[in-house]
T-cell receptor
Framework: EAQVTQNPRYLITVTGKKLTVTCSQN?????MSWYRQDPGLGLRQIYY???????DKGDVPEGYKVSRKEKRNFPLILESPSPNQTSLYFC????????????FGNGTRLTVT | KNEVEQSPQNLTAQEGEFITINCSYS?????LHWLQQHPGGGIVSLFM???GKKKHGRLIATINIQEKHSSLHITASHPRDSAVYIC???????????FGQGTILTVHP
């Protein structure tokens, strides 16, 4: 089954403790991207990747890192999480980053205390 | 002013009504996406448009590139259509995506 898999679904952590949210797709998509969703602010793009070893900042990249060492995986790294990073995170992929439908993961709800 | 504006923000309808959600944008785009998000659920892509009109079941999406405007129509609405509908535009700088604030649709039986 074609899918984008995010893990974990829920995560509660403390300020400053490094964490990684994983994202994997099995559709051989070139494009992958991370978003956060906050009440009143909607969805905002954090980082995106047009292909392996090609990543770019979205609108809200501060406090986040990504890597794209292989096509199927695009992990989101929070080196030193802070409470303002408490949010609902979505990963998405598409065949290309140009004109292709998006496929979203199920989301990761992160709470930083 | 946001780059992507949706209207209305909230919409309540009776089952069977015809529904229209609007999306206006201020930048050049490569494509426009309509997304659906059910309460507590994930996000599903409904349409991706770069021109013209697309139809899938009871859903129709149109885009007018010159006017920088898109509409999502739902014919014969049903309570299961209750969800948040989100417009997103892909800019001419490929890869970047900007989202509207979303429209909360509630359809009553």
């Amino acid at each position: 089954e074609a899918q984008v898999t995010q893990n974990p679904r829920y995560l509660i952590t403390v300020t400053g403790k490094k964490l990684t949210v994983t994202c994997s797709q099995n559709m051989n998509h070139e494009y992958m991207s991370w978003y956060r969703q906050d009440p009143g602010l909607g969805l905002r793009q954090i980082y995106y990747s047009m292909n392996v070893e090609a990543t770019d900042k979205g609108d809200v990249p501060e406090g986040y890192k990504v890597s794209r060492k292989e096509k199927r995986n695009f992990p989101l790294i929070l080196e030193s999480p802070s409470p303002n990073q408490t949010s609902l995170y979505f990963c998405a992929s598409s065949r290309t980053g140009k004109i292709s439908p998006l496929h979203f993961g199920n989301g990761t709800r992160l709470t930083v205390t | 002013k946001n780059e992507v504006e949706q209207s209305p923000q909230n919409l309540t309808a009776q089952e069977g009504e015809f529904i229209t959600i609007n999306c206006s944008y201020s930048v050049g785009i490569s494509a426009l996406h309509w997304l659906q998000q059910h309460p507590g659920g994930g996000i599903v892509s409904l349409f991706m448009l770069s021109s013209g009109k697309k139809k899938h079941g009871r859903l129709i999406a149109t885009i007018n590139i010159q006017e920088k405007h898109s509409s999502l129509h739902i014919t014969a609405s049903h309570p299961r259509d209750s969800a948040v509908y989100i417009c997103a535009v892909g800019g001419t700088s490929y890869g970047k995506l900007t989202f509207g604030q979303g429209t909360i649709l509630t359809v009553h039986p």
